[in-house]
């Protein structure tokens, strides 16, 4: 069974900087490539990072230079550092298998960013 568990968002002011984390199930962890989506209100889910199980990286061309995305293998667990955080940032943040996503969302977490 696929678990996956966000946390870490919360409400920041521009220019300010969140960490969220994702603690993914074994089975998922192992055997995927992990990435991190984002879903702003009205707007379709994309694919926002995702980092292989050897620590190869992609990013969105909006959040390159701005986001950091970091796995620890031991702990099944993939890490975003968000910094420089824009109002356009605003979403919900998910995190899954990437870049095809399992059938299988966590609840995810809220990035509010606003004065």
């Known amino acids: 069974q696929v678990q996956l568990v966000e946390s870490g968002g919360g409400l920041v002011q521009p220019g300010g900087s969140l960490r969220l984390s994702c603690a993914a199930s074994?089975?998922?962890?192992?055997?995927?490539?992990m990435g991190w989506y984002r879903q702003a209100p009205g707007k379709q889910r994309e694919l926002v990072a995702a980092i292989t199980s050897g620590g190869s990286t992609y990013y969105t061309d909006s959040v390159k230079g701005r986001f950091t995305i970091s796995r620890d293998n031991a702990k099944n667990t993939v890490y975003l550092q968000m910094n420089s955080l824009k109002p356009e940032d605003t979403a919900v943040y998910y995190c899954n298998a990437a870049p095809g996503a399992l059938d299988a969302w966590g609840q995810g977490t809220l990035v509010t960013v606003s004065s």
């Open positions: 074994g089975s998922i962890f192992s055997i995927y490539a």
